[in-house]
């Protein structure tokens, strides 16, 4: 069982930064591997990025070259970087964890945090 709070979301103007924290604790947060989703209104909910915990990434299409995932297990956190955001981000952001790297789903969730991007 593993709890996990996100952190960081807010109102930021095009082009802008933000950082995304996901603090777990509950379980031994270093071998879960861990997601970023997030659901705009109107839209199914998405993979933004992941992160094994060998510290192998991914990323969606959209976002590759501005997002980066990265975790501290000795914070037990995992991060989201969120550079030249536009618009189109906006979203409510979710942190996910899978105990299992090849499961196709993820157990655990937290409650989301808004990230609204100004035009």
């Known amino acids: 069982q593993v709890q996990l709070v996100e952190s960081g979301g807010g109102l930021v103007q095009a082009g802008g930064s933000l950082r995304l924290s996901c603090a777990a604790s509950?379980?031994?947060?270093?071998?879960?591997?861990m997601g970023w989703y997030r659901q705009a209104p109107g839209k199914q909910r998405e993979l933004v990025a992941a992160i094994t915990s060998g510290g192998s990434t991914n990323y969606a299409d959209s976002v590759k070259g501005r997002f980066t995932i990265s975790r501290d297990n000795a914070k037990n956190t995992v991060y989201l970087q969120m550079n030249s955001l536009k618009p189109e981000d906006t979203a409510v952001y979710y942190c996910?964890?899978?105990?299992?790297?090849?499961?196709?789903?993820?157990?655990?969730w937290g409650q989301g945090t808004q990230v609204t991007v100004s035009s």
């Open positions: 996910a964890a899978k105990p299992v790297e090849w499961a196709d789903e993820y157990d655990y």
């Open positions: 509950g379980s031994i947060f270093s071998i879960y591997s």
